[in-house]
């Protein structure tokens, strides 16, 4: 079993920047894929980023590319968001989650675990 917590969200200008972080529980954490979903108001959640269990494969969204950037630090037990050059089209809940396998995933059927979420708000 692996729990998930979400910190790092708030509210920040546009072209501001923040950096989420997911912290886990669990001693098969490192062992894991990790994915970043986001949930905007009145709209489907979507993928945004993932890692493998060791950094070296990540894959982005499109709408993110050149933007954001995923890491992890095993020996922390973390997982991280970097999130510059942020739009208001950013604003969302974003969500962490891990999936018992290694590799990367842009699909959420793919992932067992998930965090409650934190809120971004980008201001225009």
């Known amino acids: 079993q692996v729990q998930l917590v979400e910190s790092g969200g708030g509210l920040v200008q546009a072209a501001g920047s923040l950096r989420l972080s997911c912290a886990a529980s669990?001693?098969?954490?490192?062992?894991?894929?990790m994915g970043w979903f986001r949930q905007a108001p009145g709209k489907e959640r979507e993928f945004v980023a993932t890692i493998n269990w060791n950094g070296g494969s990540t894959y982005y969204a499109e709408s993110v590319k050149g933007r954001f950037t995923i890491s992890r630090d095993n020996t922390k037990n973390t997982v991280s968001l970097q999130m510059n050059s942020l739009k208001p089209d950013d604003t969302a809940v974003y969500y962490c989650?891990?999936?018992?396998?290694?590799?990367?995933?842009?699909?959420?059927?793919?992932?067992?675990?998930w965090g409650q979420g934190t809120q971004v708000t980008v201001s225009s």
């Open positions: 989650a891990a999936r018992q396998s290694a590799g990367p995933s842009t699909a959420e059927r793919y992932y067992d675990y």
């Open positions: 669990g001693r098969t954490y490192s062992s894991y894929g």
